[in-house]
């Protein structure tokens, strides 16, 4: 069946899925720039006053959205799109900013002092340049001029709303978009554009939603929003121009309009794939990756991926980045090969790319399982030199992707380590604290474990600053480290998880097994149901296994059996199997005349691609189930899944039972 003809059916077929979002608090106007105002030139776009060009100083978190619109800038076709900015003359030039005498002569309306409404307009403009970052606008002190421009919006034309809109950040920045007096100023604004949009054409309400942009606040403008909605009905009518700089308006809001469809937006990109040039990839990848939005088909990520790799050695560091990340959120092991040569086109481009692209690199294979070792290497080396040059977060990054892929890091897994020991570090972790027990448990599947951090990191204060109560799925590494503490450190007397927090968050992060005859049940848990009813059927006495997760958390199951001092198999005691599901599952001392077995079934997410090497992750797991007192034995999912008849999977199962006799 023909692809695009497939994508057509789907999508009416296709049911809405409910998405929560989790959204962080943006604190908008903080520390936002300036734009340089200029005189416009004859024949310049829809600002018909004034100009302006791309900001040059914003927060880092803004920094990815500085680069997508540079890259519209950039491309021909978005020039209409965009408020347009001429050559920089500079602010000298520029004496008084005053709105054109000849603007909308039909309007003779006066404000509430007998001046027409065009003084209030020029008025407005000229307090903002001189109150650049000296008055907020909501200062009383020019209380009289908002109100008066802000009662006269109406009769403004749609260019002179555009400068009004414009000029708002010329004002000290307030500290919340939310604060009362603020949001009376820009709201009003908002309703105006809101109330003349159904009469602007789509390319106009690109170049208000750029004005919205440049004040920090386009998340929060309801025209905003309002022109999403309203293009996302008609996403698969839009030309690419316009797609591409739909997507950059949705990557700026961060989430999906409600009752949208999705497969909406994969079905028009799909159309215009072929079209598309790095930079409008870049963009794309933003919007899709912002809103947490897969790319369900390999073939239209292969498609992205290879667009961009064809210009691997221009691209710079946040475009690459941003790619990543789509990359990495988007891919699976049916897309390892296509991500592998991904990683394979840039490596040549490591040593001139930020320490955050390369990261970012480094961890676009982990969902694919695929890991590209001379990459990694080569990231690794990277960080080895420049470690003073990484935040927190890459180094949080770096520790995933290296541990996981078990590369050759001994040496900068304890650089890290002495690094997050550092006074000058002490600032970021106290910002970016959950970032701490991340790194710490990737560190500790190499073995290296730090008492002091460790212990600060259970302490209930740093969980409670960093957490809050009632979070406790989002306390998966705290867990890691309780466990670490209380297996892999004899000597520890630090903090630990008092019993009810331990259970909580266990509950929360453990696997649960589905019944065999649910509609929906994961290859994993059929493969695990197979075993363990051949298992059973192969010892003929269901009291001498028990199924269970020893250590829950690394949602995996085990077969427990017990065997005597003679190597003959025994029932499980009573005391093991009797221990709740979300509890570790620890032999008692009092059975030194047993030997405890577990049969571990591993996934196929427990290797990497196309390899029998376990993951970093599930090397642990292996590592402190022996430190528990068990024997392991596993079961590989490639060969279980490659016997194909039931005496065949008896025979394995004699196997690995015939090792635990023994």
């Not at 990231?379 to 040059?389: A, F, H, I, S």
């Not at 992707?401 to 000058?424: F, G, H, R, S, V």
Request: with cysteine; hydrophobic share 35%.
């Amino acid at each position: 069946m023909n692809l695009l003809k497939f994508y057509s059916q789907q999508n009416l077929l296709l049911k809405q899925c409910t998405k929560t979002w989790v959204t962080c608090h943006n604190k908008a106007f903080l520390n936002v720039s300036r734009h340089s105002v200029l005189p416009l030139r004859s024949g310049g776009g829809y600002g018909i006053y004034f100009q302006i060009r791309p900001m040059t100083r914003f927060p880092y978190r803004h920094h990815e959205n500085m680069n997508g619109e540079k890259l519209l800038r950039s491309l021909p076709g978005y020039k209409h799109l965009l408020f347009e900015a001429p050559e920089e003359d500079g602010m000298e030039n520029c004496e008084r900013a005053q709105v054109s005498q000849g603007s909308a002569s039909k309007y003779q309306s006066t404000t509430g002092d007998g001046k027409r409404w065009r003084d209030s307009v020029n008025t407005f403009i000229e307090t903002a340049y001189s109150c650049q970052d000296e008055l907020p606008i909501t200062h009383p002190k020019i209380q009289e001029v908002i109100e008066n421009v802000l009662a006269d919006l109406k009769w403004c034309s749609d260019d002179e709303l555009c400068q009004v809109l414009y000029h708002v950040r010329y004002f000290l920045p307030c500290p919340s978009s939310k604060d009362p007096a603020f949001m009376k100023v820009w709201s009003r604004i908002d309703e105006e554009c809101l109330l003349r949009h159904p009469t602007w054409s789509l390319d106009f309400c690109f170049v208000v939603a750029d004005l919205w942009y440049g004040i920090s606040l386009a998340r929060f403008s309801q025209f905003h929003w309002t022109l999403i909605k309203k293009l996302f009905r008609k996403v698969n009518k839009l030309s690419k121009e316009h797609f591409v700089r739909f997507m950059f308006c949705l990557n700026l809001n961060r989430e999906m309009p409600d009752n949208s469809n999705p497969y909406d937006l994969e079905y028009s990109l799909y159309k215009l794939v072929d079209q598309l040039s790095a930079e409008e990839v870049v963009v794309i990848a933003m919007a899709f990756f912002k809103t947490q939005t897969h790319i369900r088909d390999p073939q239209l990520m292969k498609a992205l991926m290879h667009t961009v790799m064809k210009t691997s050695d221009s691209l710079d560091s946040i475009s690459v980045a941003a790619v990543a990340k789509l990359t990495r959120f988007c891919t699976d092991t049916k897309s390892a090969e296509d991500v592998w040569q991904f990683q394979e086109k840039f490596i040549p481009e490591i040593p001139k790319l930020s320490i955050a692209a390369c990261t970012h690199l480094a961890l676009s294979g982990t969902n694919s399982l695929s890991p590209n070792q001379e990459l990694i290497q080569r990231v690794v080396d990277r960080l080895e030199e420049n470690m003073e040059e990484a935040r927190l977060k890459e180094l949080e990054r770096i520790s995933l992707a290296m541990t996981m892929y078990n590369a050759d890091c001994d040496k900068l897994c304890n650089m890290i380590a002495d690094e997050l020991q550092k006074p000058e570090r002490a600032d970021e972790i106290r910002k970016y604290g959950r970032c701490l027990p991340a790194i710490l448990h990737f560190l500790s599947i190499r073995n290296i474990l730090h008492s002091d951090l460790i212990s600060m990191c259970l302490s209930k204060e740093f969980r409670d600053t960093y957490y809050g109560r009632g979070k406790e799925i989002f306390q998966r590494e705290i867990l890691c480290l309780d466990v670490v503490a209380d297996l892999e450190i004899p000597t520890y007397n630090g903090n630990r998880l008092g019993e009810k927090s331990f259970n909580l968050i266990m509950k929360k992060n453990m696997m649960r097994l589905k019944s065999p005859t649910s509609i929906k049940v994961s290859l994993y848990q059929k493969c695990v149901f197979g075993v363990t009813d051949t298992v059973q059927l192969v010892m003929r006495d269901k009291s001498l296994c028990h199924s269970c997760g020893i250590l829950p958390h690394h949602h995996t199951v085990a077969i427990v059996v017990c065997t005597n001092s003679e190597g003959h198999f025994v029932k499980v005691p009573q005391h093991l199997t009797e221990i709740e599901a979300y509890k570790i599952k620890k032999i008692s001392k009092n059975d030194t005349n047993l030997t405890y077995h577990a049969i571990v079934i591993m996934g196929r997410n427990s290797y990497l691609f196309k390899s029998r090497e376990l993951t970093g992750q599930s090397q642990l797991q292996i590592r402190q189930t022996q430190k528990l007192g068990y024997r392991t034995h596993m079961v590989h999912y490639q060969d279980w899944d490659s016997l194909r008849d039931e005496e065949q999977r008896k025979s394995y199962i004699n196997n690995i039972l015939k090792n635990c006799s023994e």
